[in-house]
């Protein structure tokens, strides 16, 4: 059979049991709304500062690619992958330890207050700075500095161990145990500086490679857009101006490092073409100087013009020749210079060499060069994408080297073809002297040289300006700016977690104490076990020290509460048991001892006495009798029920005792306590006393055994019109509900009504606030509040 307890309890009634404890909840939210307002006053403020740049594909790079844009899928992973390049540069060590360095962010300024300290960054009353740390200092957090400003030229120092003491003047060199230092006021703002006067100023310096490593956790570098090249920088700080600052820089570095990169090509070109103008202006000189001494020292004067009509048909053939050991020469250069350089330098680009397949190869070899060395500055040589980069550029290396090679050769072929040409002019002008022959070779090496000098002129000028008209990589959309709604802490969402964990922990700490609850409470767990039983009495709490018994014009919580139960019993008679007689048999048990079933049985005599009716109590729990608590020590001696039944000889009267509180109540004690209490009531003689009882009372009240430790009471159950059944609320455990229940059931015990004892204010009928408040017992208002 399912228990009772098992029945689902109402809503409102679950509400109920929490609102009763409503004061508890709205101290626990008032406690936690201060407990956050408290939190957020003090807690450090973090507001996220953003800028937006976009970084721009390299223009030589993405015509390269521009064909392969169709291939979709891998083009896109190509061109992500190159993004992400550039994010890992934004969130390398080596570029924030600049704007570290770059900012003096390392060295902390804070204003001490009496609870919060608070950083200071737009405006400092005065500026530290560290000149020089002795052994390993540097590289360790020195110890942290305590200022206190004393006018505008005179300042204290010390730190918090109290090693460092002293009183000195701005502009002095302080030396200290980890290095020496000087301080500047800043007196540009002299209002400003007037307000830090008297108070105190903590400095601290942070070694810079674990200041970068903060920033680097701190800084969030993010592409957000599919195949674009937009990205965002974002940073959380309580001080946005220094956050701001440092995006601004970081994207400053960024530009100065890309733009860096870049040079490094252009300046190789030219570096090189200046190393062959070198050669070239001392080649050029020599064949000049050989003009002269050749002219000089054969008193030539205008041979060409002797030559002039054979020179004019073979004007197409020597331009030819001359484009050719143009060409012959660069290309002869370049494989000198491939040949004697390193695999890491970069080649010359654009020297003029004809064929577009060895330019774009150049460009590209020289674009893998920098792309390697950009990673390996945040990686090592053995990145699987470094390796795979070494191996293209031996590639592109060897293919440029053999196209050099191939190239030279078709030009020589060509040279020979072009002197067995020469030979066959010279012999149409064999007319001409050899002076004038050795003459015209001279003017032709001048001529070459004068020619490639310009050309490298040329060239030297292109790279120049190209090194001069770099611009930035990363454009700035937005620069840095922060939000005026700090994003930590989140007020609303702090109050309203403190709200709600002020009704929780109220509402966990009520539902534990339910859930453990294994005893009886109020009325309403009565009613779930005895749904057919009345329940015709509620005796309210009382505490130690108070008066346990109803006196005479008693108006208190206690006397209203028997009162209720008086004329509770009354209609129960008239109702239940129409019986004819005038006399009343209440029997009084309880299931375990401590119920409070002789504080109920006594107090239910003297509420019956104070209507004038005659009342008599019978102790009849004779084995461990406690009504003679109520008695004085004159009665507590007398005899009772077990010697009237022992004894035939001794009468009623002489076991009745006349109570002190109220004439009209007599008291029979349990007398001497018996070797065998159930077989002595059993007699014939303890029916006989009732009968007598009840022909000289109006009530018989009868304080019985427990009915589930002994036998006793349902042995005399049947001599009882109504059978009252003490349940103490808060003591009387739910699961010793079933005896009773199952003693009714069965018919042990007849004519049961239930009063429950010891019962909470609080809990009065089914936990109503009320209670007995229209009697002139009035509770301290702080009980009331509780209540």
Known sequence: MESPYNQEISLKEQIDQYSRYWFWFVLFVIISLIGAYIYLRYTTTLYESKATIIIKEDLDRSSELSPFSELGGFFSRYRNNEIENELAIFRSKRLITDVVEELELNILYESIGTIKTTEMYEFKPMVVQFLSFKDSSKSKSVPKLYFEIQSATHFKIENEAETIQGEFDFGDLVSLPFGDIIVIPSLDDPEKFEHFIGKNISVLYRPIDKMSQVFQNRIKVNNDLKNSNVVELKMQSPVTQKSEDFINELIFQYNKDAI???????????????????????????????????????????????????????????????????????????IDYMENASSNDLLPANIGLDGEDIGETVNNYNSLILQRNKLLKSSTAKNPVVVNLNNQIVQFRNTI??????????????????????????????????????????????????????????????????????????????????????????????????????????????????LLNT???????????FSD????????????????????????????????????????FINKLNSGSDAHTVFVTSSIKGEGKTFVAYNLALTLALTG????????????????????????????????????????????????QNEHLKIILSGDIPPNPAELLMQSRT??????????????????????????????????DVTLYVIKAGFTDKKLMDFPKEAIDDGRLSNVALVLNHVDLNNFGYGNKYGYSYSNEKLPIYKRIFK
Not at 324 to 330: D, G, K, R
Not at 561 to 569: A, E, G, P, Q
Not at 689 to 699: C, I, N, T
């Open 613 to 660: 009716k005659k009342v008599v109590l019978v102790g009849a729990d004779i084995r461990n009798p406690q009504l003679h608590r109520y008695l004085s020590d004159k009665v507590k001696m007398a005899k009772g029920l077990t010697n009237f039944i022992i004894d035939p000889n001794l009468t009623l009267n002489e076991i009745v005792e006349h109570s002190e």
């Open 687 to 720: 029916k006989d006393l009732f009968d007598e009882l009840k022909k000289s009372f109006d009530f018989v009240i009868v304080d019985t055994a427990p009915s589930m430790l002994v036998t006793d009471t349902i042995l005399i159950n049947r001599l009882a």
């Open 533 to 572: 039983i009345s329940i015709i009495g509620e005796i309210p709490k009382v505490k130690n020290g108070d008066n346990d018994s109803v006196s005479t014009n008693d108006r208190s919580i206690l006397a209203e509460s028997f009162r209720i139960l008086r004329t509770n019993l009354q209609y129960l």
């Open 401 to 514: 080297l053999e196209s050099l090679k191939n190239t030279s050769n078709a030009l020589k072929i060509s040279m020979r073809d072009l002197n067995y040409k020469e030979s066959i002019l010279n012999s149409k002008i064999t007319g001409v002297p050899a002076k004038e022959k050795i003459y015209r070779d001279i003017e032709r090496q001048q001529i070459i040289k004068e020619q490639l000098y310009l050309f490298l002129l040329q060239q030297r000028e292109e790279a120049n300006i190209s090194l001069a008209v770099t611009s930035p990589k990363a454009k700035i959309v937005d620069r840095a700016y922060s939000s005026n709604v700090p994003v930590y802490p989140k007020k609303a969402l702090i109050y309203l977690g403190a709200f709600l964990a002020g009704l929780i922990i109220p509402f966990l700490f009520i539902y534990i104490k339910l």
């Open 260 to 334: 860096h990169d870049r040079n490094q090509v252009a300046q190789k070109t030219s570096n090189f073409i200046d190393s062959r103008l070198d050669i070239i202006t001392q080649e050029l000189d020599s064949v000049e100087r050989n003009k002269v001494q050749f002219k000089s020292s054969n008193r030539l004067t205008n041979i060409e013009a002797e030559a002039q009509l054979i020179l004019e048909n073979a004007s197409e053939f020597n331009k030819r020749q001359f484009d050719v050991s143009t060409q012959l020469e660069l290309a002869n250069t370049m």
């Open 519 to 529: 005893k009886v409470t109020n009325r309403r767990d009565l009613e779930l076990v």
